[in-house]
Nanobody
Framework: EVQLVESGGGLVQVGGSLRLSCAAS????????IGWFRQAPGKEREGVSC????????HYADSVKGRFTISSDNAKNTFYLQMSGLKPEDTAVYYC?????????????????????WGQGTQVTVSS
């Protein structure tokens, strides 16, 4: 059974940092691309970042480039999203997602339908 469990969210002040974790199980960790998404109240879920397992390439939404970093730890079967320079507009529930058997981020990596499995989400709140 594929499982994705996010953690690490919380309340942080503007300019602060958080590291989100996505613990993965039920599939071959080294062979699956992972996407991070977020959803703010009243807004659609949007793609934040994706990491390919085939070549380690990474992708970011323009709104987070230079502030967020996606990574993975094979020994822990865990993906991370390091967030710094946080802004109030980063406030959202953050989700990790995967499509089993897909090792490379698709050109439309930011699209919700590209992913079959999702975690339950972790809340990030940035206060001003």
């Amino acid at each position: 059974e594929v499982q994705l469990v996010e953690s690490g969210g919380g309340l942080v002040q503007v300019g602060g940092s958080l590291r989100l974790s996505c613990a993965a199980s039920g599939f071959t960790f080294e062979e699956n691309a992972i996407g991070w998404f977020r959803q703010a109240p009243g807004k659609e879920r949007e793609g934040v970042s994706c990491i390919s397992r085939s070549d380690g390439s990474t992708h970011y939404a323009d709104s987070v480039k230079g502030r967020f970093t996606i990574s993975s730890d094979n020994a822990k079967n865990t993906f991370y999203l390091q967030m710094s320079g946080l802004k109030p507009e980063d406030t959202a529930v953050y989700y990790c997602a995967t499509e089993v058997g897909v090792s490379r981020c698709d050109r439309a990596w930011y699209s919700v339908p590209m992913y079959e499995y999702w975690g339950q989400g972790t809340q990030v709140t940035v206060s001003s």
